[in-house]
């Protein structure tokens, strides 16, 4: 009888956590759809025509800006392209280099490796 009355008292515990749950979720939903709607509505309220002149923001930032001439760094930048590149095709050289002097030792070994196998093939033939 214990444990049917534990058993209730478990389901009923569950059924109240729930509903809590879920009036507190509803309440929190409630809340949150309000503040959007007030932050929305202070939004709409930013674009008052009192308060236009008749320029955007972005157009009187523009107004603001200095601009600086890029004649003098523009051949600059040209020459350390050209740097740049030439460091480039040294370096593609080299490896370049690199690669046949690797191929060709490569070889070398496998020439090497082949006239050994031959030699001992040639002596166990004889023996």
């Known amino acids: 009888m214990a ?9 009923f515990a569950a059924l109240t956590g729930a509903v809590a749950a ?9 809340s949150f759809n309000k503040e ?6 202070d939004f709409e309220g930013d674009d008052d025509e009192e308060d236009f002149d008749g320029s ?8 603001e800006r200095t601009y600086v001439t890029l004649s003098e760094k523009k051949s600059e930048a040209k020459e350390m392209a050209q740097e740049a590149a ?4 040294d370096m593609a050289e ?6 046949k002097d690797a191929v060709q030792e490569a070889v070398k070994k496998a020439e090497d490796m082949a006239e050994t196998a ?4 040639d002596s166990s033939a004889q023996s």
């Open 3 to 11: 444990k049917k009355c534990i058993g209730k008292f478990v389901a």
């Open 22 to 30: 879920g009036v507190s979720y509803f309440l929190k939903y409630k």
């Open 36 to 41: 959007l709607d007030e932050e929305f509505h």
């Open 56 to 63: 955007l923001p972005h157009e009187a930032e523009a107004l």
């Open 86 to 89: 030439e460091d480039v095709k």
């Open 94 to 99: 080299q490896a370049v280099e690199t690669v």
């Open 118 to 121: 031959t030699i001992e093939d």
